[in-house]
């Protein structure tokens, strides 16, 4: 079987495993991935969601923290919660919100890119780099977790350059 039709195969296989939901992931806007379906069903959870896309992370927290108590299994509500928290401005309190949702599903794409932008956010570029290096080995094709978090990476690499240039 030559490269091409193998390439066309597992291109097809994932589209098929993926469904219609796996074609909406990518955010080129910077917004969050959706979550899953189970968490989806919990009327808090689908509020957090909702506040979380109007940015209003702080009216988000409480709803998501309701959510996380009914499914402490779900790394999406967990990933949610933690970008709520990160973007209302406490990035320290995030991480091991974070690391519960990656100890859930370890290949938790949106939860390593917002991990990784919390860690740049404290000055810990290494452990950024490591999510970063793991999404690299989870995105089998370009995924845009990836790419947000190397723009990320680089953006912080080119700030931190230039002060201490000056």
């Known amino acids: 079987m030559s490269v091409l039709r193998r390439w066309s195969t597992v291109v097809a296989a994932s589209l098929l495993l993926l469904g219609p939901a796996g074609l909406t992931a990518a955010r080129a806007d910077g917004t969050p991935p959706p979550g899953g379906e189970r968490a989806g069903a919990d009327p808090d959870y689908a509020a957090g969601v909702k506040a979380i896309k109007a940015e209003q992370f702080a009216a988000a927290i409480p709803l998501l923290e309701r959510a996380v108590a009914r499914d402490a299994l779900s790394a ?59 999404l690299d080995s989870l995105c089998f094709l370009p995924c845009s977790e990836y790419t947000d978090l190397k723009k990320a990476v680089e953006q912080y690499e080119k700030r931190r350059k230039s002060s201490t240039t000056r």
């Open 76 to 134: 999406d509500a967990h990933n949610w919660l933690a970008y709520a928290v990160r973007r209302n401005g406490d990035p320290a309190r995030s991480i091991p919100i974070y690391q519960k949702a990656l100890a859930l599903d370890p290949k938790h794409r949106g939860a390593h890119e917002y991990i990784g932008e919390a860690y740049l956010t404290l000055g810990n570029l290494t452990k950024a780099r490591e999510h970063l290096a793991r």
